[in-house]
């Protein structure tokens, strides 16, 4: 049995600007953190008496006798990817999916490093995220970025950088005090709205020739956020600031992207004291992110009442393999009864 632990993520800067013809164009830049909500994958082979070959247990129940049967597309293409069969695999998350925190890349993430510990084989980081891009943007043709998978393989607060369909990584060098402040000055509240990142991405896509403005503007916005983070003597509020500022870019490149009661949460979560913030991922809703100065986190909490307040913490592992204990496979068909 192998079982991985995979971070989710929260984007601050520079979203959108990874998507391949965005950055290939325009080179692309986000900053972006892991925090402490997992998702697990649990993946073993299955015993050959079974009367199905592959069992799958995520939002849905599917037992099928062959990988085309399958209908989670990232599963089966996965499976064929790495060249997997008869197992069992079962999903669980501490957060919902389709909420704007790289959930369907966390698990195509821990699944894939599952796989591969199923194989017997160790993979780094790097390859990690580009199997995992491979297989959501090719593979499975979902529209979307880069930085979910870069960001769930790696983990930490990094600055991901983006240019001639290659990426590079850089970790975000802060003091352990600042990077605590910073942690403690972030909200973070579940909307109840769950949405497809897919469907909104393909809405930002087919205005963005009209958005390009506004979204050189975001990524410049990535510099002047990752200088505040690293100089010292810099306020650290003014982080929260740029937020608000990229927020506001954020909105104007796609019609999906807000709506007037995610609207009013935003004015009402400024009202009673953050500086800034953003709904996270894609947009549509899911989660609101929000930065507030010591001293008025519960102002903001008791103004938002009515939505669920997610405390978390970073990390700095990214996907792990927490239990390795695999058994020697023979496949069904090589087995004499």
């Known amino acids: 049995m192998i079982i991985t632990k995979t971070p989710f993520r929260m984007s601050f800067f520079g979203g959108g600007t990874d998507m391949p013809d965005f950055f290939n164009e325009y080179g692309g830049a986000v900053i972006s953190t892991t925090f402490d909500k997992y998702c697990y994958v649990n993946v073993r082979h299955l015993p050959p008496f079974m009367p199905y070959y592959s069992e799958l247990v995520y939002s849905r129940f599917e037992r099928v006798k062959s990988i085309d049967e399958i209908e989670h597309p990232a599963i089966r293409e996965a499976m064929r990817m790495l060249d997997i069969h008869e197992i069992r695999l079962t999903y669980e998350g501490d957060l919902p999916a389709r909420t704007g925190l790289g959930t369907s890349s966390t698990f195509a993430v821990g699944m894939l490093n599952a ?9 780094g ?25 870069i960001a769930a393989s790696y983990g930490g607060l990094n600055r991901i950088d983006f240019e001639d369909s290659q990426f590079k ?52 916005l990535v510099d002047d956020a ?42 009402r979560g400024i009202q009673a004291g953050a500086l800034g913030g953003k709904l996270l991922g894609a947009g549509g809703g899911g989660f609101l992110l929000f930065y507030v100065e010591n001293g008025k986190r519960q102002q903001v909490i008791d103004a938002l009442n009515e939505l669920m307040h997610v405390p978390f913490e970073f990390e700095n592992e990214g996907s792990t393999v927490i239990h390795y204990n695999p058994i020697v496979y023979i496949p069904r068909k090589e087995i004499k009864i």
């Open 115 to 123: 796989f591969y510990s199923l194989k017997g084989k160790y993979v």
């Open 169 to 220: 990584v850089t970790p975000i060098i802060i003091r352990p005090e600042r990077k605590k402040q910073l942690e403690q000055n972030l909200l973070l509240f579940f909307t109840g709205i769950s949405r497809f990142s897919s469907e909104i991405q393909k809405d930002t896509i087919s205005q963005h020739q009209d958005k390009i403005l506004q979204m050189r503007e975001m990524l410049s």
């Open 125 to 149: 980081k790097r390859k990690l995220a580009e199997d995992a891009i491979r297989l959501e943007r090719e593979l499975c043709k979902e529209s979307g970025g880069w930085q979910d998978q």
């Open 226 to 267: 990752q200088g505040i983070l690293e100089d010292t003597h810099a306020d650290l509020n003014d982080f929260g600031r740029l937020l608000d500022h990229t927020w506001k870019l954020k909105r104007g490149t796609g019609s999906k992207i807000s709506n007037s009661s995610i609207d009013e949460l935003y004015r």
